[in-house]
């Protein structure tokens, strides 16, 4: 029997050490039972700081990669956070106790309803999902007070940018499959600040 508390804590200790510091973020990841979002199979893996095959050539992300990109949303508890890229629901679960509202879209409907089905169990209320196209994102909802891609565009859709807010922080991996790179975009009065914060590797943005 795998003692996960102590797994978990171990984590939040290695990423203090890496220079996660925003002790909220590290909050909320302590309240998500990351091994509720791995297969069976890899559950004692759950808390290395690695990411995992889930169903369907999907991943979820590294714990320290999570930290990092919710870490550069700047939540204050008050957002509309738009995620495009469920997969197994982590990301979503981890801005749940950090904004108001997660609107989430994932295009692979099997993945969807494992992860509604995990945000049910786990009582989440403030998580809304769709399936659908994520580059085309969630016009309806628009305009969002951040936004986040847990899958790469070769670059941002200029529609996703036209959905964040004036005063808005977008966090995207961006780029083809070798030359990542982790952006935080600012949406100001006189359009766009991009900047780059380290190299990643995520699954490609598909669109249709």
């Given at each position: 029997m795998t003692d996960f508390q102590s797994e978990k804590a171990r984590l939040i200790m290695a990423l203090r050490g890496?220079?996660?510091g925003e002790t909220e973020v590290l909050a909320a990841m302590e309240q998500v039972p990351r091994e509720q979002f791995v297969p069976p199979a890899l559950r004692d893996h759950a808390y290395e700081n690695a990411s995992l095959p889930i169903a369907m050539e999907q991943t979820i992300s590294q714990p320290y990669i999570v930290a990092r990109m919710?870490?550069?949303?700047?939540?204050?508890?008050?957002?509309?956070v738009l995620e495009i890229g469920t997969g197994s629901g982590y990301q979503a679960a981890i801005l749940s106790f950090l904004c108001r509202r997660v609107y989430s879209i994932e295009r692979l409907r099997p993945l969807l309803v494992e992860a509604e089905t995990r945000f049910r169990q786990?009582?989440?209320?403030n998580v809304t999902t769709k399936v659908g196209d994520g580059a085309k994102g969630w016009p309806e909802g628009a305009p969002f007070d951040r936004i986040i891609l847990t899958c790469a565009p070769p670059s941002i859709p200029v529609t996703l940018l036209k959905q964040l807010?004036?005063?808005?922080?977008?966090?995207?991996?961006e780029g083809r499959d070798r030359t990542q790179n982790l952006v935080v975009v600012h949406r100001t009065e006189d359009g766009f600040e991009k900047q780059d914060i380290l190299p990643v590797k995520f699954v490609p943005l598909i669109e249709g």
């Open positions: 890496m220079g996660v919710t870490a550069a949303l700047q939540l204050t508890g008050r957002e509309r786990l009582k989440i209320t807010k004036t005063g808005g922080i977008m966090v995207a991996p």
